[in-house]
């Protein structure tokens, strides 16, 4: 069964630090992964997106790194602002079907 | 540019009742989706289109049924409401065909089975 596991769950940072949120799946056959950013009440926007041959991608301040041989993935969120304040969603596509499965998300709150 | 638009945004309803939410997007898009989202849980498929006149089982389709007359809109019927159901409802749409890139959410309708 294709599975996508975020952690952690949720956490807390002050404003200015640094965080990185993890993503693990069992995909198969693997087409592409992405990261979405949900604000509350809102729907989900996406961030990046990268496929098989892809080893990080950069958005502002998001940069996403996948490791397709170990099947993980990263989002590092630099310098953190109070507008990061989100549930951040990973979300892996299977070749076949292009399939989406979505993982429960990280919900992160930012701190003055 | 509107992108995804879904109405209503909130709706309260009693066991036993119907109602259809809707779903537009100005995109020309093919494909579009129906998810549902709970507390801690991922985003899981209703159902989906692959283009008008078309329409698919998902993940979770049990209670609810869709239509697609129009390329532009995509309809989410609950014929007999039931508490189970109450939850976040986004619709999603995308190109379709060979593209694999983006889906473009709209912003959500609330819906409580009391």
């Known amino acids: 069964k294709n599975q996508v596991e975020q952690s952690p769950q949720s956490l807390i940072i002050l404003e200015g630090k640094n965080c990185t949120l993890q993503?693990?799946?069992?995909?198969?056959?693997?087409?592409?992964l992405r990261w979405y950013k949900q604000d509350t009440g809102r729907g989900p926007v996406s961030l990046t997106i990268?496929?098989?041959?892809?080893n990080t991608k950069s958005n502002g301040r998001y940069t996403a790194t996948l490791d397709a041989d170990t099947k993980q993935s990263s989002l590092h969120i630099t310098a953190s602002q109070l507008s990061d304040s989100a549930s951040y969603i990973c979300?892996?596509?299977?070749?076949?079907?292009?399939?989406?499965?979505f993982g429960g998300g990280t919900r992160v709150l930012v701190k003055p | 540019n509107a992108g995804v638009t879904q109405t209503p945004k909130f709706r309260v309803l009693k066991t036993g009742q119907s109602m259809t939410l809707l779903c537009a997007q100005d995109?020309?898009?093919?494909?579009m989706y129906w998810y549902r989202q709970d507390p801690g849980m991922g985003l899981r498929l209703i159902h989906y289109?692959?283009?008008?006149?078309?329409?698919a089982k998902g993940e979770v389709p049990d209670g609810y049924n869709v239509s697609r007359l129009k390329k532009q809109n995509f309809l989410l019927g609950l014929e007999s409401a039931a508490p189970s159901q109450t939850s976040v409802y986004f619709c999603?749409?995308?190109?379709?065909?060979?593209?694999?890139?983006?889906?473009?959410f709209g912003e959500g309708s609330r819906l409580t089975v009391l």
């Open positions: 995109m020309n898009h093919e494909y």
């Open positions: 990268m496929t098989f041959s892809e």
């Open positions: 979300v892996v596509s299977a070749a076949a079907g292009n399939k989406l499965t």
């Open positions: 999603a749409s995308e190109p379709g065909g060979s593209y694999t890139g983006e889906l473009f």
């Open positions: 289109s692959v283009g008008e006149g078309t329409t």
């Open positions: 993503c693990n799946y069992t995909v198969s056959p693997f087409s592409n």
